[in-house]
């Protein structure tokens, strides 16, 4: 099993930045891919950045420019830098570990975004 713990959500500004970072415990050995996934209200879950253990990023085009995915193998932790966030981001955000079996999900965090 993989637990993983979302911090950093909040409320801001358009135009503010937030910083969200994801542990995971348990069998991380078995790790590969990290990212993030978002879902607002009425609307289907998306991805939003995702990692590769050896640090492939991939970035939904929505958030390409802005957003920065990062990740720690020593700290087992993945951040989702935020700049220049828009109302439109506004959703619970998602940190999601993917091993070659199955994938696990944090409990997600709210991020709002206020015009």
């Known amino acids: 099993q993989v637990q993983l713990v979302e911090s950093g959500g909040g409320l801001v500004q358009a135009g503010g930045s937030l910083r969200l970072s994801c542990a995971a415990s348990?069998?991380?050995?078995?790790?590969?891919?990290m990212g993030w996934h978002r879902q607002a209200p009425g609307k289907q879950r998306e991805l939003v950045a995702s990692?590769?253990?050896?640090?492939?990023?991939n970035y939904a085009e929505s958030v390409k420019g802005r957003f920065t995915i990062s990740r720690d193998n020593a700290k087992n932790t993945v951040y989702l830098q935020m700049n220049s966030l828009e109302p439109e981001d506004t959703a619970v955000y998602y940190c999601k570990a993917e091993t070659l079996v199955t994938t696990y999900w944090g409990q997600g965090t709210q991020v709002t975004v206020s015009s």
């Open positions: 348990g069998r991380i050995f078995s790790i590969r891919d």
């Open positions: 990692v590769t253990r050896g640090g492939i990023t």
